[in-house]
């Protein structure tokens, strides 16, 4: 089934899934280190940083649309200012692999992406420092571009939507760049935050999942809960696993702490082994 949503995204051409597979496991391998390369990514596995990043609510799944792919919103105006892209990186792949596990057919529908910018949505950051930072951090842009290259999650829509007039020009100019097969999926809607909210509507898009109160703040209230009942689960699920390694006496993970036996370099730079060093 794993290797199935990589079919699926690259509609079943075996050189492009494989050429993502193999982006998956080195991204991974960047990302989290070698001894969660083979096993579930957890939201224990998330650093400080990462783990932060996605309570924030900067990016989050607010449900599926009318024909059933995930819904993920991105606030930029969530995001701190002190954020650099590797714990962005490791947030947005776990909350990708909760979509594929929660959504299995998101490798084949795809997925909807929101970019939402509004003057009349508070956050933490300035809005014209979150714009700035988006069309200008290249770390980001080339760090975007790695990650999209290896999730098995296929991008059917985009839509950002602002309503600052200078960002017209940038909006154009990047619906040139992106090419015409990128201008069937993107959309950008310029309004006030109920104009946009109505025309999202007229997508699909259950805005009424999105977490905004009437004045202008962003409640995370029901997004954390879903976070922390994920969180439970994969706790109770890696203390069963545990428990039957230890009744039938085998690892099927190896740990940090442990030092694994073997030749080479994946074994001399496993953390066990360089702390036996």
């Known amino acids: 089934t794993f290797r199935l949503h990589f079919l699926r995204c690259d509609n079943f051409d075996v050189n492009k899934a494989t050429r993502r597979?193999?982006?998956y496991y080195d991204f991974r391998l960047q990302m989290f280190g070698i001894e969660c390369l083979v096993r579930p990514i957890t939201y224990?596995?998330?650093q400080e940083d990462s783990q932060s990043l996605v309570r924030s609510g900067s990016s989050q799944i607010i449900g599926e649309d009318q024909v059933g792919r995930p819904?993920?919103?991105s606030l930029p105006k969530q995001r701190r200012l002190d954020a650099d892209?590797?714990?962005?990186a490791r947030a947005y792949f776990y909350l990708s692999m909760l979509a594929l596990r929660d959504f299995p057919e998101c490798s084949q529908k795809g997925a909807v992406v929101i970019m939402y910018d509004s003057s009349e949505i508070k956050g933490y950051a300035p809005t014209e420092i979150s714009q700035q930072r988006r069309f200008h951090d290249t770390s980001y842009l080339q760090g975007a571009n790695?990650?999209?290259r290896a999730i098995p999650n296929r991008l059917s829509a985009v839509h950002f939507c602002y309503d600052n007039p200078h960002l017209t020009g940038p909006m154009h100019a990047l619906q040139f760049m992106i090419g015409r097969q990128g201008r069937v999926r993107f959309r950008a809607h310029f309004g006030s935050h109920l104009e946009n909210v109505y025309k999202l509507m007229t997508f699909g898009i259950p805005t009424k999942n999105m977490p905004f109160l009437q004045d202008g703040t962003v409640s995370l209230q029901?997004?954390?809960?879903?976070?922390?009942l994920n969180a439970h689960r994969e706790r109770q699920q890696r203390q069963a696993e545990l428990s039957e390694e230890e009744r039938?006496?085998?690892?099927r993970y190896p740990r940090q702490g442990d030092i694994l036996a073997g030749r080479g370099r994946p074994y001399q730079d496993f953390p066990g082994n360089v702390m036996l060093g």
């Open 146 to 148: 790695q990650f999209f």
């Open 85 to 88: 892209w590797n714990g962005m």
């Open 71 to 73: 819904v993920f919103l």
């Open 21 to 23: 597979l193999i982006n």
């Open 44 to 46: 224990d596995d998330l």
């Open 248 to 251: 039938e006496n085998r690892i």
């Open 222 to 228: 029901r997004f954390h809960q879903w976070i922390d």
